[in-house]
Each structure stands twice: as C-alpha cells, then as structure tokens.
Nanobody
C-alpha cells in the first residue's frame, strides 16, 4: 500500500512558476516509477511527466516539454514537478501516481494522490 499526498498548488498568473510536491509513504519509494497527471475541469485526465525509480529517466508531454521539470528525492520519499512559464491552459487538478514500469498510460498507474488544484490566470 502506498499513500501519496500532493501539495504546492495554488492561483498564479500567466508566466509565473510553481513547484508541486508529492510525498509518498513506504520504504521502497525508489522502486516506483512516478508520474504526474492533470485533469482540467470537464476534460479527460492527461499525462504530464514521468520519472524512473532512481531519477535517471524522464518523460514529458509535448505540451509541457521545456517548461516543466520532474525530479525526485528518494531520501525524502518525494517527487516534484517544477512548472515555469505557466499558461492558462495549464489550469487543472494535478495528481501524482506510482507505476511498476516507465509509462505515460494512466491505466498502468496503481496508486494515486488526491490531487492539488493549479489555476493560472491570464
């Protein structure tokens, strides 16, 4: 069983930066691939970024590539999503999740956090 708790969301203006955190329970955090997903109001959930267990591999959605950075601190059981140059279209509930393999498919992630709201005003 893994519990994930996101934090760091909020209301910002276009062009601002924000860092999301996802704290995980469990002593085997480094074994999990981690991903960030987002779900805009009234729309489907979409992949944002993923990172391998030791952080050596990362993957990003085209819409955030060059603006967002995923990282992790296994000593703190935490994964981060640094978001820069935010746009109104980045507004969504952001959730982190664990997966047994490196994937961008939400269906392959098994544990999810409750999500944190990010709102970007124009």
């Amino acid at each position: 069983q893994v519990q994930l708790v996101e934090s760091g969301g909020g209301l910002v203006q276009a062009g601002d930066s924000l860092r999301l955190s996802c704290a995980a329970s469990g002593r085997t955090f480094s074994r999990y691939f981690m991903g960030w997903f987002r779900q805009p109001a009234g729309k489907d959930r979409e992949f944002v970024a993923a990172i391998s267990g030791r952080g050596g591999g990362t993957s990003y959605a085209d819409s955030v590539k060059g603006r967002f950075t995923i990282s992790r601190d296994n000593a703190k059981n935490t994964v981060y999503l640094q978001m820069t140059s935010l746009k109104p279209e980045d507004t969504a509930v952001y959730s982190c999740a664990t997966a047994p393999r490196f994937t961008s498919l939400g269906s392959e992630y098994d544990y999810w956090g409750q999500g944190t709201q990010v709102t970007v005003s124009a």
